[in-house]
């Protein structure tokens, strides 16, 4: 799921920044232990996400190739990057729900939750 190769450019760009420059000093282990911590639910929605983004033909009628420049594909980095970190936290906020009711110690409304 994760391919750290992506971290070894040796752009200007990307070696001023300070998150790539942290990536760059984890191990590859750790790496695809985050990667692989996301849900499959998750993975599913960012999937469908990005291929809805870049338009989806199916592969055995036609063959498909997609050219960006590097800001654009960058900015669909970010954007599923964004998708990830926000569906992960609706995640967690609906196994508290989840949680909470549960117990039925709880008499608040789900949509008056704050995190």
């Known amino acids: 799921m994760f391919n750290p190769e992506f971290l070894t450019s040796d752009s200007e760009a990307i070696s001023s920044n300070s998150l790539i420059q942290y990536l760059q000093d984890q191990s590859p282990d750790v790496l695809q232990r ?21 338009g989806m033909l199916p592969g055995e009628h036609f063959d498909v190739k997609i050219t960006a420049s590097r800001d654009h594909l960058a900015g669909l980095l970010a954007s599923a990057m964004m998708t990830g970190y ?24 789900p949509g008056e939750l704050k995190l």
Do not use: K, P
């Open 34 to 54: 985050v990667a692989r911590s996301a849900s499959g639910d998750i993975q599913d929605i960012i999937r469908h996400n990005v291929q809805g983004l870049l």
């Open 86 to 109: 926000f569906l992960r936290q609706m995640e967690q906020r609906m196994e508290l729900e989840a949680n909470l009711f549960a117990s039925g110690d709880a008499e608040v409304d």
